[in-house]
């Protein structure tokens, strides 16, 4: 695992991996430092769905407002969605929890993803 992993964790109440990436208004972004998780600040969007509708402006403007993120966490992400934010290098993980429980988990995966790679 790299020194230091960014982390956009879509949550509404700051305890939580709660949000649809679509009607997430903001991020809360994380750094892991060998395993270490620390909050570094909160980063304002404007909800990506309307109802059923998205509006293709708005995700593009919010995933690069992570875009400096390796990983996205969500309790639930569109295909569409999913499709851009890899395109822009950011991993999408849908593993709604307690952040810094769901983080753990991101933490372990990574870990079993690099012993086959």
């Known amino acids: 695992m790299d020194n230091i992993l960014k982390v956009a964790v879509a949550s509404g109440d700051g305890i939580v991996v709660n949000k649809h990436f679509g009607h997430a208004n903001q991020f809360l972004i994380y750094e892991i ?59 999408p993980y849908e593993i709604p929890g307690i952040i810094t429980e769901s983080i753990k988990k991101l933490i372990k995966y990574i870990k079993l993803k690099e012993l086959f790679n």
């Open 33 to 91: 430092r060998d395993e270490n998780i620390s909050y570094v600040e909160t980063r304002s969007v404007n909800p990506v769905c309307n109802r059923k509708d998205h509006d293709d402006e708005k995700l593009e403007n919010n995933m690069d407002a992570i875009k400096d993120c390796s990983y996205l966490l969500v309790s639930r992400i569109g295909y569409g969605a999913s499709v851009i934010a890899e395109k822009k290098g950011i991993e």
